[in-house]
């Protein structure tokens, strides 16, 4: 499952980016798990993609510049 409803939650605690060491030890496993239920729908999108122009996954890091996402 890709996104659940403890996810928006999550994301919905950080509207404002801040230092990855000041969220919780909790939330930094839960946005590193969700980035990588991401990371998987995106290469499972890759390789059923099935048009002319190449599609390659990506996922951005989960701790752009050592803080939370937004």
């Not at 950080?14 to 939330?27: C, H, I, L, N, V």
Request: glycine fraction near 4%; charge should be positive.
């Amino acid at each position: 499952m890709p996104c659940t409803p403890q996810d928006c939650q999550l994301l919905a605690r950080y509207q404002e980016s801040k230092p990855w060491k000041d969220a919780e030890e909790s939330d930094r496993n839960a946005i590193k798990d969700l980035w990588n239920r991401l990371k998987s729908v995106a290469i499972g999108a890759a390789r059923r993609y099935s048009g002319s122009t190449k599609f390659k996954e990506f996922s951005s890091h989960p701790t752009p510049m050592g803080r939370t996402p937004k």
